[in-house]
């Protein structure tokens, strides 16, 4: 698919009954959503469609230790496909297991994914793509073209120190099959995420790194907020929107 702007609705924070209204009345099309159970996806799609709206990805749970992570795995993908969604966001950890195993194991939900024609995105999380350089043993050692990576702008600072979003980017662009967009205060560990624009996240730099590999698949907003502060609805919405004029300021087009 082409380069789309996507919203993950978790931006919403505790106000996700507002999102697609809004969404829809700031021309963002596509959104990132909790994969639904195979029985629900024409709920799903009724109700975005009453919007305007097309789910770009999905979210789909991983529990790489459990006997039956690839068959789990394999039924969100029936969702995914039935909706007609190509990226299957997966948030992987090796949950203590050996790492060869690890990689055996996702190769298996990879075979699931191509038979679907699905593409699974490893998020930015410890310890199967902390950063750049881990991310790609990852890539290295699972090695299956339906097995990729969700790069984060925010959480390669909030796990690693001494580092950039472009830097870690720059070792895994050709791996890159989704992005979130996220800013942050570029502290370890440190829980600010505000607007982008309001961060250090360079997104242009990191936008022409991806152009320049050919990427084509969605850019997503992610905005998870700051600790501590008094979170609203208005100010879940205003984040949004600042965070699209940033976009359109630094020239990323939204489809």
């Not at 999380?125 to 925010?154: C, E, K, Q």
């Amino acid at each position: 698919m082409a380069s789309v702007l996507a919203c993950n609705l978790a931006s919403y924070g505790a106000f996700p009954e507002c999102a697609y209204s809004h969404l829809a009345e700031i021309g963002i099309r596509y959104v990132e959503v909790q994969c639904p159970d195979p029985s629900k996806v024409d709920a799903l799609r009724a109700e975005l469609e009453q919007y305007g709206l097309q789910a770009s990805s999905v979210i789909v749970p991983c529990q790489m230790d459990a006997d039956d992570v690839v068959f789990r795995s394999a039924h969100f993908f029936d969702a995914a496909q039935a909706l007609g969604v190509k990226i299957a966001f997966m948030s992987a950890r090796t949950a203590e297991l050996d790492r060869e195993y690890v990689y055996g194991r996702l190769q298996n939900i990879g075979d699931e994914a191509e038979k679907r024609g699905i593409v699974v995105a490893l998020e930015t999380h410890p310890d199967l793509v902390t950063n750049g350089t881990i991310g790609l043993d990852t890539m290295a050692g699972v090695a299956h073209p339906s097995v990729r990576i969700n790069f984060d702008t925010a959480n390669v600072y909030y796990y690693n120190k001494g580092v950039t979003a472009t830097g870690e980017l720059a070792k895994v662009t050709n791996c890159v099959a989704s992005v979130h967009l996220k800013d942050t205060d570029g502290g370890f560990e440190s829980w600010h995420f505000p607007a982008l624009g309001e961060g250090v996240v360079d997104f242009r730099a990191c936008i022409d790194l991806l152009e320049g590999a050919s990427f084509s698949g969605p850019y997503t907003l992610e905005l998870e907020g700051i600790a501590g502060e008094a979170f609203t609805e208005a100010l879940a919405k205003s984040r949004i929107e600042a965070s699209l004029s940033h976009l359109n300021e630094i020239g990323l087009i939204a489809s």
